[in-house]
């Protein structure tokens, strides 16, 4: 299939690359294949005669349920248990004598495998290196894109997009650059990226077609992804049977809204035989829902469950749902409860076939939140936890802020105390905690030349596909790999000069964003003119969107207790809600998350939260203007025109970020009268 024909061009590719050769062989080469590195050998499938075998020889074999191709002459392939047990993408990496034997039972497992080979270049020919089995952590990876096909008038093309425009839509049309979405489904594969839904969760009335009349568009990216192993999904407006159907209601309990959904959704499948499924947004910030028609998320999300069903389709329905209408007088509504509040009920009701999306924290991908208790409250449901690799609330991709550390700490959270299983199992699926479903995350990707807009942003795409399939590895390593990848050391010319300035720039880069921009689990003072880039102390202090720090001239953070706030420490089991309740025990980074504390609180560190305030927005600011100057070592040593870029966006990065520390150290300054201690200049 196109998944095998894949391979063997990656493989030939490769080959060429290294003045190599490929061999196609095996049962039966699909027709219309051809042997671009060398003539077939005609040898009817045998392996390569003795004398070919030298120590970077590579055999890929699928093992099929039938009969196993020979290895390297008639040495037995290696075990790598029952054929199907390495799953539909895992793989076996090991030796056999002389030769590398990458073994596969499916063909994205081969596809998987080889950009693993890649990723190890020489070593992979160690002959001490042990074999080993490779199996993917969480069986859907998934990029949601927030792409919209017209130009929006306030979004623009892409909704949070800091990459250009959009790889699939401009101006209302497809774009219908192949080559650009062969090169996306190939970049989606080496990270590790099998499922992508190509427009924003916000449908609006063009978007809202893509089910019926444009569905061909996206049939259209379908047909080049999926020879990557990728699938396509699509955002559907839950009142698309009036939207685009013409009926009067979309009312999931009448017959003739089934009827339409499962109609349409037949006609889907019927253009794309592998189509994932739905995503929907719904009453959520202005999207339409069930709500309207006096149903529950259930109701909702089941109506579409029941259309996709018999396809094999899932629908992916988002938790983030509140009240974006709040008063901010109104202290006992707090946005953090929402998500619990409407869906911890619900657990148990969802059709098998229903994943609920729930973004990592209560609130809205800040750089510093609690782990979502919603994740810890639905063992009955298949849960995706979302991510925004895009950087709406962490630099908007003008900042270095690589995110693996962030989502490492989430994934490794453990919402039952340190004998409980982590967030990751609960993706994955373990028994009585959860029933296993998806990694999503919001894409960072547009048409730029270097696909993110920074350069260094596509350490997180690359971050974010590797901790899918292996939440347990260590982001720095991670990044290594993504350093080798992307500075190959024959391309630079201090490879070890490169490496060393990289880690330097972003492997604390998230702390040092949240220094300058997020102290003690404060988020949202972002400005809410400037599409939520750079500072703005009170922006949303006082609107209808329910986010708040509540500073006074005595103190500042939110009481989130069961005893004196909004209880929403009481969402999480033990011992967290203990844990979070308590003043003493929270820990620092969460705790104006949780209470409400006067400035002179001393912080478990030691500090006093003021003086940690004004110590973190000086230090941060200073870790960057460190960075720029770290970057500077890398003159000639690099592409120059990525070398400009990075440095055009670290000025920007130094800018900002000094006026972070500015604004931040002024207000709470001029709040709570207190000095400096260090008596550093605060204006
Ligand atoms: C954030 C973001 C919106 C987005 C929303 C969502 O609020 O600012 O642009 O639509 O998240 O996740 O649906």
Redesign the pocket.
Known sequence: GPLVDTVFEEVTRACADHGGRARRTGATPPAGTTDSAGPPDGDGGGGPAADEVDATQVALVLRGAGALPAVAGDAPVPAGGEPGALGDEGFLLTRDGAVTVLLADAPAGLLYGLFHLVRLGETAFDPARPGAVHRPAVRRRMLDH?DNVDVHPV?GQV??GYAGGSIFWRDGRARRDLARLRAYGRLLAACGINAISVNN??VHATEARLLTDRLGDVAEIADVLRPYGVRVHLSVTFAAPVVVGGLATADPRERRVRDWWARTTRQVYQRIPDFGGYLV?AD??GQPGPFAYGRDHADGANLLAEALAPHGGVVHW?A?VYDHRQDWRDRSTDRARAAYDHFAPLDGRFDDNVVLQV?YGPM??QAREPVSPVIAAMPATRLAVEFQVTQ?YTGQQRHVCYLGPCWSEVLGFRPWGPDGHRVADVVAGVPDRGRGGDLVAVSNVGDDPYWTGHPLAQANLYAFGRLAWDPRRDPRAVLDEWIDLTFPPTTTGDPERVRETLHALLDDSWRTYERYTAPLGVGFMVSPANR?YGPDVDGYEYSRWGTYHFADRDGVGVDRTRATGTGFAGQYPQPWSTVYESVDECPDELLLFFHHVPYGHVLRGGSTVVQHIYDTHFAGAEEVTAMRERWRDLAGLVDPALYDRVGERLDEQVRSATEWRDQINTYFFRKSGVPDAKGRRIH
């Open positions: 927030w979004m909704e949070r969760v916000n947004k959520s910030e988002r983030f973004k809205d991908f709406e939520h």
